[in-house]
């Protein structure tokens, strides 16, 4: 059983997300929190497994409470749950201690995928920021991936993340022809020839180095 906590200031929310969460067999809300002070309370008193924690509350906020949970409680898993996604945000909130971060307009399943993996001691940072995220890491006229377009970079984090050019079509709703002029197009700025060597040049380059995305609901 995956104890959560719900921590964010509007009520709607946590009662929409109790609502959905308590569907799920494995899934068990032991407390709901308004603001930061309170969410670390809390947790020191409920132990819960995973916190859902918005970021803009009232009090220390949830960037404060994260730090003082990773700092005190570190067998407690974060999930970020916010309608902020700048990469700068994101960046903050994982060095402070959180296991993950996604966006309040992910799928409903996808936020259950999110805290099941969180859970289970991994990394889940929605494509989006992820895409944000590696970005900024290799934002260097030196960097073999800076020239690449934004639609470019998304394709390749795609497919270094095993995601079949099928599945990208299906999700960025291109046709595959589509894609295929994309992935070729990529390949030619990047000097590589295959999805094993695109992968390799990525590693090297920081495109995915320190954490894992996940993948995009459609």
């Not at 971060?101 to 995928?113: C, N, R, T, V």
């Not at 984090?157 to 960025?172: F, G, T």
């Amino acid at each position: 059983m995956i104890n959560v906590l719900i921590a964010d200031d509007h009520h709607l929310v946590r009662a929409s997300i109790a609502h959905l969460l308590n569907q799920e067999g494995d899934i068990r809300i032991v407390g709901e929190a308004d603001d930061g002070e309170s969410a670390v309370a809390q947790s020191r008193q409920l132990r819960p497994d995973v916190v859902l924690m918005d970021i803009r509350m009232p009090g220390i906020g949830g960037l404060e409470a994260t730090r003082r949970l990773h700092r005190g409680m570190e067998d407690i898993r974060v999930l970020i749950l916010t309608a902020h996604m700048e990469d700068n945000v994101a960046r903050k909130m994982l060095e402070a201690g959180a296991t993950g971060f996604l966006s309040k307009g992910a799928e409903p399943a996808e936020m259950i995928d999110a805290i099941r993996q969180v859970f289970l001691g991994n990394r889940y940072i929605s494509q989006e920021i992820a895409q944000r995220l590696a970005l900024s890491n290799f934002a260097h006229k030196d960097n073999p991936f800076a020239p690449l377009s934004h639609r470019e970079l998304q394709i390749a984090l795609m497919i270094v993340n095993c995601q079949r050019v099928q599945e990208i079509s299906d999700r960025l709703h291109l046709s595959p022809k589509t894609v295929n002029t994309y992935r070729y197009r990529l390949f030619d700025k990047l000097r590589v020839g295959t999805d094993v060597e695109l992968t390799h040049l990525a590693l090297r380059h920081g495109l995915v180095e320190g954490f894992e995305t996940a993948e995009a609901s459609p």
